[in-house]
């Protein structure tokens, strides 16, 4: 996967998914802080690549779930969900700074489903990424706990990586993550399950996102991540 002045007033502009808001306003309180520390560093702020080529590897909104109501975002609002999935946005101080996510070579690409009875989502991204994913592993490793500030509101995102799914893919990794706001109140802790895999140059990331006591979808989860890869995988 709520935010600071910038994301507030994302959220005043939201893009809605079949009448919920997608992602940008569901995570808006990730930031990352790190207030007169000398190795916190501020997230880079990257222009969305409208890439074509990615798009049409996104699964179509048929493929997903039947129980998720789904379409393919514009270019702004698919670079809003992506950051979302990081927790960390865009300018925001991440401590420790290395651990700020890395700007795409293209993309992002996002299709977002929604399950109207839990509100929870399921989001594929594509990405195209000039470094192996495992580049991405061993930062996570260094990266279990990470503090952000944005614009005044900190957050701690919190990441652990399980067994990797076997897929057909270059290269595979699964991640847990939690965006807690230090704001106490309803719906402030965002969860998330994570499957990434690369084919080539091309990034695939498939997240299911809650919040409050919601269970995992990983059956959900895990059928949409092999749709995403083979699709890919086709081209």
């Known amino acids: 996967m709520t935010m600071p002045d910038p994301a507030a007033s994302m959220c005043r502009r939201p893009v809605r998914a079949v009448g919920v808001t997608v992602l940008g306003c569901l995570l808006a309180a ?5 207030s007169g520390h000398p190795i916190a560093s501020r997230s880079p702020i990257t222009a969305v690549s ?25 270019p702004e609002a698919a670079g809003q969900a992506a950051n979302d999935l990081d927790g960390i946005l865009p300018g925001a101080q991440a401590d420790p700074g290395t651990c700020a996510p890395a700007a795409p070579t293209g993309g992002p690409a996002v299709a977002v489903g929604t399950d109207d009875s839990t509100r929870a989502t399921l989001t594929v991204e594509l990405t195209r990424s ?9 930062q996570l490793q260094r990266c279990g706990t990470v503090r952000v500030t944005h614009t005044g509101t900190s957050s701690t995102v919190t990441t652990e990586l399980d067994p ?8 595979t990794l699964a991640v847990r993550r939690t965006v807690a706001s ?16 690369q084919i080539g140059d ?10 409050g006591d919601a269970a995992s979808d990983s059956e959900a989860l895990d059928t949409l991540f092999t749709t995403a890869l083979r699709k890919v995988r086709k081209g």
Request: proline residues 11%; contains cysteine; aromatic residues 4%.
């Open 182 to 197: 230090a704001t106490t109140g309803t719906g402030l802790t965002r969860k998330m399950q994570t499957l990434l895999g």
């Open 164 to 171: 990797p799914p076997p897929a057909n893919a270059d290269d």
């Open 202 to 211: 091309v990034r695939i990331n498939v997240t299911y996102m809650s919040s």
């Open 130 to 138: 000039d470094k192996p994913l495992s580049a991405l592993r061993d």
């Open 30 to 34: 990730c930031g990352t802080e790190v």
């Open 50 to 74: 409208n890439d074509s080529g990615l798009t049409k590897l996104l699964p179509d909104p048929s493929q997903f779930p039947s129980r998720y109501t789904a379409l393919a975002l514009p």
